[in-house]
Every structure is written in C-alpha cells, then in structure tokens.
C-alpha cells in the first residue's frame, strides 16, 4: 500500500433558513423603513410650521417733572501730596542716624550723616567741568568778534593772505601782519658812569646814518643790567621810543646819544629800531569769507574792519556748548544735593517712612535711604472721559470713598492733554483732600464721585426713548416718539430705511407703534436711566421707549 496525502479540499456547508426566519427579517426590512420616513417627515413639517416666530410689544412712559444730575465717577490712586525721597548716588558708610520709622519731624530736622569721601570728588569734578565749559562759551563769544575782523591798533598791514569772498576759512588762517609803524622802539648801552645823567621820560637824539639826519626819542625804560664788554666796561640799558615822521621803518642802524657837561654821550654800539607793536591777525571763527580787501603796505586805522565772515558754525557751536552747559550744571546740582544728603536734614514737614539704615551699615549708589510723607494732605490722580470732561471744573466738591472710609476733596487741577486708548480719549485730572485724621491710606485705590451739574423741576424721560435719527435733508437729529392722534406741528420727516423685520429707530415703519411721531428734543443732562430735555415735549405727554421681543411657537 502506497502512502498518498488526500489533496481534496472539504466542501462548505450552505445556510439554510426556515420560512418563520425569512418571515422575521421581513417585518424587520419593513419597520425601518417606515421610522425613517417618519424621521423625514417630521423634520420637514419641522422646517415649515414649527419655527419660533419674534414678536415685539411697544413700551411707553410719560414725560415728567423731577430732578437730574450729572455724576462723574471713577477711582484713582491715592499719594500724599508732598513727599520727598533721599537717596544717594555715592557709596557710604552710615556714621549717625537720628530719626526712627513712623517720626514726626519738621523742616531742618537732622536724619542721618554718612561718610562717603566720592561725594566730594564727584562736586570738584562737576565744578571744574562747568567752569570749563563757560570758558569755552566766553571765549567763542569773544572769537565772534572776529566775525567782522578788525585791526586792534593802526598801523600797516603785511604779509596779507590772498582770501576772495566766498572762500571757506577756518578758525586760526593767517590774515595778514599788522605792524605799528608809527614809532618804533630803540635799545641802547650805555656805561654806568652816566647812570646819573639818563633818567626815564628825557630826550635823546636819534642819529639815522643812512638819512644823514636825526629825530628825537623818549627815554620809555631804564633796565640797570650789567653787561660786561671785552674792554671791561659795565653797561646798563635804556630803551627809547622813536615817533615815526614818515621816513623810518624797521631794522634802520641807528644810535641814541645826549650832551652831558657839554660832550656827547654815545651808546656803546648802533642798534637797528623795532616796530612798536606786531600782531598776526588770524580768522577766530570757521566760516565764508563774505568780504575782503586787504593788500600789503596798506595803512588801516585802530578798529577799522578788514574782513567780513558768515558766524553761521559759531552759532552752531555756541549752542552745542550751552547744551553742553546745562547738562554739567544739573550734574553739579545734583552732586552737591548727594553731597548734602550726607548730612541730611527734612526737607519737608511730615513723616519718616522706608527707614532702613543703622550707624555702621553701608549705602551703596542709588539707595533710597527714606522718605518724608506730608500725610495731612493727599491728592488721587484720576481720569475722566471724553463724554464727561466738559462737566468737570477746577474747585468742585469731590465725596471720596476707600473701603467704607469716607473722605471730601475738591478737583485740583484737569490736564488739556488727553490720553487714547481703545479709541477712546480720556483727560487726568488731580484731586485733593484733607487728610489731618489719618483715616484715608495712601498708596491705595480710592473711588470719587463729582456731582458735575443739577437740574431740579426739569423735564425728565427714560433715557431709552431718546433716539438719534437722520432727517429727510441728511443731517441728524435727536427725537422722542410721542402719542398723538395725528403728527404735531413740530413732527420731523424721517430718512426712510428698509425694515429688515428689526426694531429700525431712523424712520416711521413697523418697529415703532402707529399713533407715535418723531419729535425732536433738546437734550440737557442725563444719568444712567434719564435724561433732561430742555426744548420740544411737554409734562404729561405719553411717549414710546422700546420694543421688547417675545417669540412663540406657530
């Protein structure tokens, strides 16, 4: 017998179901449908009879007498209106403190002295940085003078610089030389043997070789030097001033000689004459050349201008350095201020708070050291709205609440600056109150109420029958809706406006109550639930307010 595997595949059972099962998932296939289509239906008769409907009713009230204020309301922070704060901007060591936390101290009162040897550096420092800077400033004033060059003595020019209008110059170019040719000075030895005859204020004559005449000099000084020549002879000097008659200039050999017992007296040896006084002229300021003419020998007068230049760049630089200026002397100010606050004493009135220092600790730079609090008087800084700033004055009563402590102030100040945020603009405002008992606190929230304006037997109406309207013509209107049998004479025509199936307060349609008509007011005050009208109704009329939806199943 062979060993053969049966490869034949076993043969699936088929399922059979009886006629009561078949009978069964009919009645099942039948059920479903039927739900579904009455799912179906259900939604569409949903969708077309059972949507709620909105329905409006009107709300009216009557036009009465009464009173109405306007109230600003609000918080802000309170502070004590004089506090001063001492700190330091040098490291110290506290030597003494003579006041404790919570003190009543006045005015003057020593607080605390402290050791700090860079307080004093930083004062030297700032002082030496102003006085530098104002000499700088004093003397740029004094360049400005070169602005229209002027010669400071007559004389003759030389050596003059070829400068054309137009040309830039700066602060220090060479001009010209000027020369004073109208005397000249003169040097002589003479020996000691006539120190008795030469005395200061004498003349002399002046011998020129080379014009084979002479002039007359005037003994200016006497200088009793000892020059010693080669044959042994003590010499002492005497300096001359020589007019100028129009003939001499400088570096003429000549030599000074006087009679005395009836002989000449000459000096030792000839000397050549120097002009009395030379000065370069240079520009003292940058700048454009807006004129000049000058050329050489030319012969000017004291003060006479030779030169004319733009001072734009020098008053630049004035500036700059007074800038400069003000920022040292508040740096002076405030180091001799940290200087005495090394000593300090109160600078106000009032009480000590934030002590935090003891004989021995160190005070580093910029340590607040403590403050001195006038508590009696406290002020809050508020803001008030744009809708409500125009109510508020400088003077009015002010009630203060903070947690159940009641205070009375009054507005202090309103700034015309506003601040925007949120598209909305807002205007700070301080106010004041008194604060001798102590029962406010500071440095915390307070809310205010300003009672800005009162109306007492105005005319009042809900503040939600006041409507703003456009008119036919295009321009806006405030009105309230009366009831009346047929329009007023003071009846306004609406723009008209599509009725959406909403409440539409622009025209007469179906949103406001047939019987009621647009007239227009004047509105005075108003608070949160009324408002004053001042023109256009009358007491008693019934008016309309609002319409309010209700809806309902169809």
């Known amino acids: 017998m062979s060993d053969e595997k049966n490869t034949e595949k076993p043969v699936k059972e088929k399922r059979v179901r ?16 039927i739900l ?3 799912c179906a239906g259900g939604y569409f008769a949903w969708q077309k009879f059972g949507k709620k409907k909105a329905t409006y009713e009107a709300l009216t009230d009557w036009v009465s007498i009464g009173s109405i204020s306007a109230k600003v309301e609000g918080s802000g922070l309170t502070k004590a209106k004089s506090s001063k704060t001492i700190s330091l901007s040098t490291a110290g060591t506290v030597l003494d403190v003579f006041v404790e936390e919570g003190q009543q101290v006045m005015a003057g009162d020593p607080l605390f002295t402290v050791d700090s040897p860079m307080a004093s550096q930083q004062v030297a420092s700032a002082e030496n940085e102003v006085e530098k800077i104002k ?7 004094e360049d400005q003078k070169g602005l229209n060059l002027a010669v400071p003595f007559s004389g003759k020019l030389l050596e003059t610089s070829p400068i054309a209008a137009g040309e830039k110059i700066g602060r220090g170019t060479p001009v010209a030389k000027l020369v004073d040719d109208t005397r000249f000075t003169l040097t002589q030895y003479y020996s000691y043997a006539y120190k008795a005859d030469i005395k200061k204020g004498m003349q002399m004559d002046v011998s020129i070789p080379a014009l084979m005449t002479s002039v007359k000099g005037t003994v200016s000084e006497i200088r009793y030097v000892e020059r010693i020549t080669p044959e042994g002879s003590k010499l002492f000097a005497v300096e001359l001033t020589v007019p100028n008659p129009g003939i001499l200039t400088e570096d003429m050999l000549v030599s000074a000689y ?10 030792y040896e000839a000397d050549k004459l120097k002009y009395y006084q030379t000065k370069e002229l240079t520009s003292t300021v940058d700048g454009t050349v807006l004129s000049c003419n000058i050329y050489d020998y030319m012969k000017v007068s004291a003060g006479q201008v030779i030169m004319n230049i733009d001072g734009d760049d020098s008053e630049a630089l004035i500036l700059s350095l007074q800038s ?3 920022e040292a002397e508040k740096k002076l100010a405030d180091a001799q201020e940290n200087q005495a606050n090394c000593n300090a004493v109160a600078p106000i009135d009032g009480m000590v708070i934030g002590l935090n220092i003891y004989p021995g600790s160190e005070v580093a730079s910029g340590d607040a050291v403590l403050t001195i609090s006038d508590r009696n008087t406290i002020t809050v800084n508020a803001n008030v709205d744009e809708r409500n700033i125009s109510y508020v004055k400088v003077g009015m009563p002010v009630t203060l609440d903070q947690w ?14 506003s601040n925007i945020s949120n598209g909305t603009a807002t205007y700070p405002i301080v106010i004041s109150a008194d604060n001798s008992d102590g029962a406010l606190q500071l440095n915390s929230y307070i809310s205010y109420t300003i009672e800005a304006s009162r109306s007492d037997n ?4 809900p503040l939600q029958s006041v409507k703003n309207v456009m008119l036919a013509d295009g321009s806006e209107a405030t009105v309230v809706y009366v009831k009346a049998d047929s329009a007023p004479d003071n009846t306004v025509e609406l723009m008209p406006t599509e009725d959406d199936g909403q409440p539409q307060w622009g025209a007469m349609d179906d949103s406001v109550p047939e019987g009621f008509w647009p007239v227009q007011v004047e509105i005075g005050l108003s608070d949160s639930a009324n408002a004053e009208i001042k023109s256009g109704l009358e007491e008693g009329t019934e008016i309309f307010t609002q319409m309010v939806s209700s809806q309902v199943w169809n």
């Open 458 to 461: 105005c005319l009042i109406v």
């Open 258 to 267: 006087t009679t005395v017992s009836g002989e000449k007296v000459y000096p």
């Open 18 to 33: 009886t006629a009561a099962q078949k009978k069964k998932l009919r009645r099942r296939i039948i059920w479903l449908v």
């Open 404 to 417: 159940g402590s009641m205070g009375f102030g009054t507005v202090e100040s309103i700034s015309l600056s």
């Open 36 to 38: 579904a289509l009455l």
């Open 135 to 141: 000499k700088e400033i004093d003397q740029v004033y």
């Open 324 to 326: 400069e200026l003000e």
